[in-house]
């Protein structure tokens, strides 16, 4: 699958995808929606509160956060594949992830967007490179207990995008 060239206009993750499809079709459906309700989203309008924690993000943070934890958790997944890691992962409130969401948050939206389609480059390529063999390595998460890495990428990349796009179309308008 390819992504659309940066400012052609079209929608980076075309049509929307059913949840049961293709981990590939799934990262870009999500994607497409992120840029679609990225532009639609009044700079100072929060997102619905996290069921877990309550928190409520702007767009800024929403973008920022997207735009670090693809790269993340690619890498993540392809430490355990390579067997340099068996040990994977962090939690929300580790302080790397949060102090990256802070820095991020206010640069230009149109540059986050940038870094999630270069993000979503990055989770492709990994997909095209894992095989039945990798998918199946186990890593150990602090919180969630072993993994495989096809559980990770489910988790963590697919459907942690389409959360985030979920988010993005339904804040709490000011």
Same mark, same amino acid.
Request: no cysteine; glycine share 8%.
């Given at each position: 699958?390819? !992504?659309?060239?940066?400012?052609?206009?079209?929608?980076?993750?075309?049509?929307?995808?059913? &949840?049961?499809? $293709?981990?590939?079709?799934?990262?870009?459906?999500?994607?497409?929606?992120?840029?679609? $309700?990225?532009?639609?989203?009044?700079?100072? #309008?929060?997102?619905?509160?996290?069921?877990?924690?309550?928190?409520?993000?702007? &767009?800024?943070? #929403?973008?920022?956060?997207? #735009? *670090?934890?693809?790269?993340?958790?690619?890498?993540?997944?392809?430490?355990?594949?390579? /067997?340099?890691? #068996? *040990?994977? /992962?962090?939690?929300? $409130?580790?302080?790397?992830?949060?102090?990256?969401? *802070?820095?991020?948050?206010?640069?230009?939206?149109?540059?986050?967007?940038?870094? !999630?389609?270069?993000?979503?480059? !990055?989770?492709?390529?990994?997909?095209?490179?894992?095989?039945?063999?990798?998918?199946?390595?186990?890593?150990?998460?602090?919180?969630?207990?072993?993994?495989?890495?096809?559980?990770?990428?489910?988790?963590?990349?697919?459907?942690?995008?389409?959360?985030?796009?979920?988010?993005?179309?339904?804040?709490?308008?000011?």
């Amino acid at each position: 699958m390819t !992504v659309p060239p940066e400012g052609s206009g079209e929608p980076r993750g075309g049509a929307p995808v059913n &949840r049961e499809g $293709s981990r590939a079709g799934r990262l870009l459906a999500a994607a497409g929606r992120i840029r679609a $309700s990225a532009v639609l989203v009044p700079e100072d #309008a929060l997102t619905d509160p996290d069921p877990e924690s309550g928190e409520r993000w702007d &767009r800024g943070q #929403a973008l920022a956060h997207v #735009a *670090e934890m693809l790269p993340y958790w690619a890498q993540q997944a392809e430490l355990i594949v390579a /067997g340099r890691q #068996a *040990e994977f /992962g962090r939690v929300k $409130s580790d302080p790397d992830r949060v102090a990256a969401v *802070e820095r991020d948050r206010r640069q230009d939206p149109a540059r986050l967007l940038a870094r !999630v389609d270069e993000g979503v480059a !990055v989770v492709l390529a990994l997909l095209e490179r894992l095989d039945d063999q990798a998918l199946a390595a186990v890593g150990h998460h602090q919180t969630l207990g072993d993994m495989t890495v096809a559980e990770i990428v489910d988790r963590f990349l697919v459907a942690h995008l389409e959360e985030h796009a979920d988010q993005l179309e339904s804040p709490s308008w000011p």
